[in-house]
């Protein structure tokens, strides 16, 4: 069965920094590229970033260019996004997402909450 | 202007029919793109219901009843999302997503409403 399971969200200050995490079981994680995908509670989806399969190639949506780091640990099955510089409106649930063809999200973790806030 | 837009919410009777549409932004032409589209209920995260490009080139998730279905308006440059026969667990937020110059974007988002 393929699972996601999104770690390391939590309340931070404004400036802050955090390191989320998603480790994936049930199927061959190096061999899947991967996405993160945020989502304001009662707003919607956010593309965020997106990793290949040999994390040789990363693409950052324009918003959190230079802020975010995604990364990838194969030996782990772990999924990784860097969070710098945390503001306000970073705050969301945060899921991760394997990418099937570069066509669709088959499956999607149940996400981790970032709430940012003094 | 936003690359997809969606209404932001329907109303549909149980038994009915809904048609969401995904309108791409003018200049970009539906016909050239895949559609993909999420359901999200309350509390969970989004799940895959299909992907539609054309008649010839459409995938349906696995164990996605065969009442979603997927179709497009050249006319009118948007995809569409139809259930057929709603049902009151149909009552969702539905989303639409595209890759679009090498990134992955996604529409607002419309809650369908079943009563």
């Known amino acids: 069965e393929v699972q996601l399971v999104e770690s390391g969200g939590g309340l931070v200050q404004p400036g802050g920094s955090l390191r989320l995490s998603c480790a994936a079981s049930g199927f061959p994680f190096s061999s899947y590229v991967m996405h993160w995908v945020r989502q304001v509670p009662g707003k919607g989806l956010e593309w965020l970033s997106r990793?290949?399969?040999?994390?040789?190639?990363?693409t950052y949506a324009d918003s959190v260019k230079g802020r975010f780091t995604i990364s990838r640990d194969n030996a782990k099955n772990t999924l990784y996004l860097q969070i710098n510089s945390l503001r306000a409106e970073d705050t969301a649930i945060y899921y991760c997402?394997?990418?099937?063809?570069?066509?669709?999200?088959?499956?999607w973790g149940q996400g981790t909450l970032v709430a940012v806030s003094s | 202007q936003a690359v997809l837009t969606q209404p932001a919410s329907l109303s549909a009777s149980p038994g009915a029919s809904a048609s969401l549409t995904c309108t791409l932004r003018s200049g970009i032409n539906v016909g050239t793109y895949g559609i993909s589209w999420y359901q999200q209920k309350p509390g969970s995260p989004p799940q895959y219901l299909l992907r539609y490009k054309s008649d010839s080139d459409k995938q349906q998730g696995s164990g996605v009843p065969s009442r979603f279905s997927g179709s497009k308006d050249a006319s009118a440059n948007a995809g569409i999302l139809v259930i057929s026969g709603l049902q009151s667990e149909d009552e969702a937020d539905y989303y639409c997503m595209i890759w679009h110059k090498s990134a992955v974007v996604f529409g607002g988002g419309t809650r369908l409403t079943v009563l």
């Open positions: 997402g394997r990418d099937r063809d570069l066509i669709f999200f088959d499956y």
């Open positions: 990793i290949s399969h040999d994390a040789t190639i990363t």
